[in-house]
């Protein structure tokens, strides 16, 4: 099974400050199509998580373009240019190359 | 606009069974996979399985031991979620989320809550 661990599991951020999240997998998540199979997702309080980033740097749609991912094989990173209130949540990465798909710890990002 | 819509809440004893259902419109409902995932309260999400409405073809965590099916009702766009011998542990939040071609759930549905205590 595929672990993926995240880094910080706490990140408290100051409005229109940049942030970033680290995702690291166990073993390569990039698939034999060439497109790395991790995703981002939010989670904001009483809410079903949101898809933010697909395939490791694709915005979902309606996502602002503050929000991007890079990375590729084993690190990820998710960053926020500049953070705005509404950005409070949860952000959890995810691999979808093997089942079962796994999600990493959640990083819990919250204003200062 | 792509919807799924989950059944209501369930309170179950230990060792019974819970079948949840998610409707499925805005979208050609066997174009597109399935998956579930289970939220345990304070806890990340975790998959438990995937169905493509197309062949029926199902995959399972093996973290559910046999206990989890996964079905659909083509005529009526939706996806069920059964899941048996439930324990104290199996208390949180299932949701329905549509997959894309490479996995990503796109699309979720609002969680139903099941709760299991004796």
């Known amino acids: 099974e595929i672990v993926l661990t995240q880094s910080p599991l706490y990140l408290p951020v100051i409005p229109g400050e940049p942030a970033s999240i680290s995702c690291r997998s166990s073993q390569s998540l990039l698939h034999s199509n060439a497109d790395n199979r991790l995703d981002w997702y939010v989670q904001k309080a009483g809410q079903s998580p949101q898809l933010l980033i697909y395939?490791?740097?694709h915005r979902a749609s309606g996502v602002p373009d503050r929000f991007s991912g890079s990375g590729s094989r084993t690190d990820f990173t998710l960053k926020i240019s500049r953070v705005e209130a509404e950005d409070v949540g949860v952000y959890y990465c995810m691999q979808g190359l093997q089942t079962p798909f796994t999600f990493g710890p959640g990083t819990r990002v919250d204003i200062k | 606009q792509v919807q799924l819509v989950q059944s209501g809440s369930e309170v179950k004893k230990p060792g019974a069974s819970v079948k949840l259902s998610c409707k499925a419109s805005?979208?050609?409902?066997?174009?597109?996979?399935m998956h579930w995932v289970r939220q345990a309260p304070g806890e990340r999400p975790e998959w438990m399985g995937w169905i493509n409405p197309a062949s029926d073809k199902t995959k399972y965590s093996h973290r559910f031991q046999g206990r989890v099916s996964i079905t659909t009702d083509t005529s009526a766009s939706i996806v069920y979620m059964e899941l048996t011998s439930l324990r104290s542990a199996d208390t949180g939040l299932y949701y329905c989320?549509?997959?894309?071609?490479?996995?990503?759930?796109?699309?979720w549905g609002q969680g139903t809550l099941v709760t299991v205590s004796s």
């Open positions: 989320a549509r997959a894309s071609y490479s996995n990503y759930a796109e699309y």
């Open positions: 805005g979208y050609t409902f066997v174009s597109y996979g």
């Open positions: 395939l490791g740097s």
